[in-house]
Antibody, heavy 119, light 107 residues
Framework: QITLKESGPTLVKPTQTLTLTCTFSGFSLSTSGVGVGWIRQPPGKALEWLALIYWNDDKRYSPSLKSRLTITKDTSKNQVVLTMTNMDPVDTATYYC???????????WGQGTLVTVSS | EIVMTQSPATLSVSPGERATLSCRASQSVSSNLAWYQQKPGQAPRLLIYGASTRATGIPARFSGSGSGTEFTLTISSLQSEDFAVYYCQQYNNWFLTFGGGTKVEIK
């Protein structure tokens, strides 16, 4: 059974750096073709992909946010970490992590974590 | 960036009726198109991938069609639990983009 869970702060101040952790079970991020991605959703708005990391450590970022994002993995801990620098109130959103394979873009999702950016 | 456009933004349907949702890509995504259902306060759930393949556990009343730039999600007979927001997503290139969503509401 595949599960994912996001963790991190619920409130950050403008200009601060956000660090989110996705802890998963039921699969290995060392298996060929497997990836974990981060997606966010501002309140009442649509979904937006942020970053992806694959089993081979290939990393991909949203072009519009690339300068602010870093994604890393710790295969031994079954964790993927996303950092986003210079947070702004417009970054207020629910942040999800999701499991990706070659055939399924996001077959399993975490429950999401709401991050509010406010002073 | 491939832009995904969904229509209509809101669809009012009576229970038991058919719902047809559209998704258009700004350039060809082949069959690399997925559909998700999202209910309030919940994470999205994968319904369809590869444009027409139902994900595990998805009822047969959900069907997807299309290729290239035009795609359709059809719900053959709406059940009460189907009222939700539906998103399409392309994954033809790594930069996976979502459409803006279609809200299916009770008429």
């Amino acid at each position: 059974q595949i599960t994912l869970k996001e963790s991190g702060p619920t409130l950050v101040k403008p200009t601060q750096t956000l660090t989110l952790t996705c802890t998963f079970s039921g699969f290995s991020l060392s298996t060929s073709g497997v990836g974990v991605g981060w997606i966010r959703q501002p309140p009442g708005k649509a979904l937006e992909w942020l970053a992806l990391i694959y089993w081979n450590d290939d990393k991909r970022y949203s072009p519009s946010l690339k300068s602010r994002l870093t994604i890393t993995k710790d295969t031994s801990k079954n964790q993927v970490v996303l950092t986003m620098t210079n947070m702004d109130p417009v970054d207020t959103a629910t942040y999800y992590c999701a499991h990706r394979t070659v055939t399924t873009p996001a077959g399993y999702w975490g429950q999401g974590t709401l991050v509010t950016v406010s002073s | 960036e491939i832009v995904m456009t969904q229509s209509p933004a809101t669809l009012s349907v009576s229970p038991g009726e058919r719902a047809t949702l559209s998704c258009r890509a700004s350039q060809s995504v082949s069959s690399n198109l997925a559909w998700y259902q999202q209910k309030p306060g919940q994470a999205p759930r994968l319904l369809i991938y590869g444009a027409s393949t139902r994900a595990t556990g998805i009822p047969a009343r959900f069907s997807g069609s299309g290729s290239g730039t035009e795609f359709t999600l059809t719900i053959s007979s709406l059940q009460s639990e189907d009222f939700a927001v539906y998103y399409c997503q392309q994954y033809n290139n790594w930069f996976l983009t979502f459409g803006g969503g279609t809200k299916v509401e009770i008429k």
